[in-house]
């Protein structure tokens, strides 16, 4: 059994044949529609809209209508499944004595207290501040943040002074740099001296 060249199976075969939809019975339009982005969803899934695809054959449903999600860029956040990463700038007083900084969220800005003696690229959680899960919108991944510690570039004189006052009550590394380097000098002029010999 073959199905019929003609009529497709339909058992009508069209003879004059409208311009625009071919015989077809439906015309292609392009329409807006707005679509409602559920939280948590990634890049390239998709949300499904229904009765909104195709037309169905001899007069059937609708099909549904796929919208493929493309996620931008972020200038701050970065997402790994439904965790976000951010970096966060510390001043040297405050990763030094401890203190309060700013945080960006997705739920907007909250404070987070730095430890006293905090290093650069110290990494903290902020738990459940990640991104909602797409079966519960309850349960949230997590916000990692980098803390940087920033050296100041532009000193004044008297800024200056004070570092190196402070350096030398913390642990003389100024001299311990010092030394390193005469360490240095001393072993390229017993190179030099081995070579004349």
């Not at 329409?31 to 059937?60: C, F, H, L, M, Y």
């Not at 970096?87 to 007083?93: E, H, K, L, Q, R």
């Amino acid at each position: 059994m073959q199905t019929c060249p003609e009529c497709n199976g339909t058992g009508k075969v069209i003879k004059e044949k409208c311009a625009d939809c071919h015989g077809s019975g439906y015309i292609a339009n392009r329409k807006k529609i707005q679509v409602s982005i559920p939280a948590g969803i990634d890049n390239g899934q998709s949300v499904r809209i229904r009765d909104k695809g195709e037309p169905g054959s001899n007069g059937g449903p609708r099909g549904d209508l796929l919208v493929e999600v493309i996620v931008g860029r972020h200038p701050i956040f970065q997402r790994q499944d439904y965790n976000i990463y951010s970096t966060v700038p510390v001043s040297f007083a405050v990763a030094a004595l401890g203190g309060d900084v700013l945080v960006d969220t997705v739920d907007g800005k909250v404070l987070y207290e730095v430890k006293p003696g905090t290093q650069t690229d110290t990494k903290v959680r902020l738990k459940g501040k990640g991104v909602p899960t797409l079966r519960n919108k309850d349960v949230r991944g997590d916000h990692y943040v980098t803390l940087v510690v920033q050296t100041p570039d532009k000193l004044s004189h008297e800024a200056k002074e004070l570092l190196r006052q402070f350096d030398a009550m913390t642990g003389d590394s100024l001299n311990i740099s010092k030394n390193v380097q005469a360490e240095k000098t001393d072993a390229k002029d017993t190179k030099k001296k081995k070579f004349w010999k």
